[in-house]
C-alpha cells in the first residue's frame, strides 16, 4: 500500500478535452479526479448499480440531477443515487477540479438518459 497522487494515477482523456485520474479502481469502491474545461459538458447518463458522490475539488460547475441544476462551487459535493439521470457541466470560464467516487465502480454501467433543464 502506498499513497497515490495525480503524477501517479492512471491518466485517460475523455469528452472536449477532459481528464480523468483513476486514484482508486477497487471492484467495490472507484475515486477518480476529473478536469473539465470551461464550455464541456458530459453526456446526461444514468447508472443502475453505482451510487456516486461528486466533490469539487477547485472551480465551479453544474450538476444537473432529475432535471434540477446544483451549482456546485470549491469545498462543496451532491450524492447522486443509483438510477438517477445526471450530468456535469463546466459552464464557467475556468477549469473544475472534482472527485468523482463511486460505488459500486460505474464503469460498464453507464445508461444514457435524456434531461429537461431545470434550477434547484
Do not use: K
Request: hydrophobic content about 30%; some cysteine; proline content about 8%.
Amino acid at each position: 500500500m502506498h499513497a497515490i497522487n495525480r503524477n501517479d494515477a492512471e491518466h485517460y482523456r475523455w469528452g472536449d478535452g477532459c481528464d480523468g485520474w483513476h486514484l482508486l479502481a477497487g471492484d467495490d469502491l472507484s475515486v477518480i479526479e476529473e478536469r473539465m474545461p470551461p464550455g464541456t459538458a458530459e453526456q446526461p447518463h444514468r447508472h443502475a448499480r453505482s451510487r456516486q458522490f461528486f466533490y469539487v475539488l477547485e472551480g465551479e460547475t453544474v450538476l444537473e440531477l432529475e432535471g434540477h441544476s446544483h451549482h456546485l462551487t470549491r469545498g462543496e459535493g451532491l450524492h447522486v443515487p443509483p438510477g438517477a439521470a445526471h450530468q456535469m457541466r463546466n459552464e464557467s470560464t475556468c477549469d473544475v477540479r472534482f472527485l468523482v467516487v463511486s460505488a459500486p465502480p460505474s464503469h460498464g454501467d453507464r445508461i444514457p438518459s435524456p434531461m429537461a433543464r431545470g434550477v434547484a
